[in-house]
Nanobody
Framework: QVHLAESGGGLVQPGGSLRLSCVHP????????VGWYRQALGKQRELVAN???????FYAPAVKGRFTISRDKANNSLSLQMDSLQPEDTAVYYC?????????????WGQGTQVTVSS
């Protein structure tokens, strides 16, 4: 069982910042991309940001310019810096490791961390 250790969620006022972190085992191979998803109450899980092994980074339009994803390969970790947070950013955020080997794909997920933006 692969464990992804997430941290950094919490309660913040609108306009504030939070930084999420995720540490994964160094034994994971064939990582194609790493990223962050979120799921708000009553909504489907959505991709927030990811970065792949080619260095390509994607941001959802709703967070572009406010969130920054970073990956530290040496320390098997990734982070999501979230600035200018708004109430609509309130959700459970999940760390994701996406593996790809030829035609096979697999995902590892963190346990989720709650982010609440409220005054």
């Amino acid at each position: 069982q692969v464990h992804l250790a997430e941290s950094g969620g919490g309660l913040v006022q609108p306009g504030g910042s939070l930084r999420l972190s995720c540490v994964h085992p160094g034994s994971i191979r064939n990582i194609h991309s790493v990223g962050w998803y979120r799921q708000a109450l009553g909504k489907q899980r959505e991709l927030v940001a990811n970065t792949n092994k080619y260095g390509t980074t994607f941001y959802a339009p709703a967070v572009k310019g406010r969130f920054t994803i970073s990956r530290d390969k040496a320390n098997n970790s990734l982070s999501l810096q979230m600035d200018s947070l708004q109430p609509e950013d309130t959700a459970v955020y999940y760390c994701n490791i996406h593996l790809r080997v030829l035609d096979d794909e697999y995902d590892y997920w963190g346990q989720g961390t709650q982010v609440t933006v409220s005054s």
